[in-house]
């Protein structure tokens, strides 16, 4: 009696291809389709059972369902001479209405109920271009960090100048409230030395004196105010605007 043809649908049909490099696990899919109106069980085996791990590799898959199954290729010492003779073999059954144990199902089994699919294993190596690609998709995260560094760095930078500036302009208010007092108290001065009618010829003196001293104390908390503007003005323009 002839074997059964596969009922399940693979996809792909015929090669699992697992391109390299092969220093780390290396991940193939396949997919079973089963187009029947009947439960069908399926194992898939390997002749090279400790290179690879399969998930899952065996169960059941209802009428016009579906599974996919990883291959996973562990890693390995590739050489490109040697020709791969790693197979696969995807083998199914239908499950009896009055059965409803799988492992019954592979027991009872008679060989011409069996089906079963092959699939060989291919190996590829990548494009010089692709392993470009890659080298530059696992630097990224690299160059990413060092250019976060200078951004850093300035950012502190930024801060410490900010707040040397904010202290000048404290200490620049500082004197400006110092000189403006003293203004205020020179002024008072003032008045009184004028209520007091002091004789002519003192009078020119001392009101010169008196003008002298208002006109400086006048002079100084207007040049602090501009030095104060500038300082202003030049930490809004860096770090504002």
């Not at 396949?30 to 998930?55: E, G, H, I, M, Q």
Request: with cysteine.
């Amino acid at each position: 009696m002839s074997k059964l043809d596969q009922v399940l649908i693979l996809d792909p049909p015929s090669d699992l291809r697992f391109k390299g490099p092969f220093t780390d696990v290396v991940t193939a899919n396949l997919k079973l389709k089963n187009p029947s109106d009947r439960r069908v069980c399926f194992k898939v085996k390997t002749t090279a059972p400790r290179r690879y791990c399969v998930r899952p590799n065996s169960g059941v898959i209802d009428p016009g369902a579906a599974v996919n199954i990883s291959v996973m290729l562990q890693p390995f010492d590739y050489d490109p001479n040697e020709k791969s003779k790693h197979k696969f073999m995807v083998q199914t059954i239908f499950i009896p209405s009055n059965v409803s144990d799988n492992d019954t199902v592979w027991k009872d089994a008679k060989p011409e109920d069996l089906m079963d699919s092959k699939l060989r294993c291919v190996f590829e190596l990548p494009s010089e271009n692709e392993v470009n690609d890659v080298e530059v998709t696992r630097a990224a995260p690299v160059i990413n960090s060092l250019k976060s560094e200078p951004t850093a760095a300035a950012a502190v930078g930024d801060d410490m100048e900010v707040k040397k500036l904010l202290e000048k302009c404290k200490r620049l208010q500082s004197d400006i409230n110092k000189l403006s007092e003293e203004n205020r108290q020179l002024k008072d001065e003032g008045m009184r030395m004028r209520k007091m009618q002091p004789r002519p010829d003192h009078m020119t003196s001392n009101s010169t004196n008196i003008v002298g001293r208002e006109t400086s104390a006048a002079f100084l908390p207007s040049l602090l105010v501009v030095i104060a503007a500038i300082f202003i003005g030049f930490f809004f323009g860096k770090f504002i605007l």
